[in-house]
């Protein structure tokens, strides 16, 4: 993910965008930002736990009490991720075609 955000700014750049000037494509970033945070610090940590109550459900033969909370707060925070995704996809075909010109001149 940290990849596709600085690939976008370099493209962004090249294609003639000044991200400090366009307001959409700050917003993008920053969303894009948050949907990295968000999976990095909540969600890989949630899986993780999960994952650990999982495995002692099966060694002890018994579900674990707490996988419930986990699977819970895993769903929650990747449901974040998803509508931040979605935010992302309009802001690029909403406002990149209504703001900028083609980059392709005839």
Do not use: C
């Amino acid at each position: 993910m940290w990849l596709l955000v600085m690939s976008g700014i370099i493209m962004s750049y090249r294609g003639g965008y000044s991200i400090k000037d366009t307001n959409w494509l700050k917003t993008k970033f920053i969303v894009a930002i948050l949907i990295i945070l968000n999976a990095t610090f909540l969600i890989m940590p949630a899986t993780r736990e999960l994952a650990h109550r999982a495995n002692d459900s099966l060694i002890k033969g018994v579900l674990n009490s707490d996988m419930d909370k986990f699977q819970m707060r895993e769903d929650m925070f990747g449901t974040i991720n998803v509508i931040g995704i979605f935010a992302n996809i309009i802001l690029v075909i909403y406002f990149n075609r209504s703001t900028h010109e083609p980059l392709v001149r005839k």
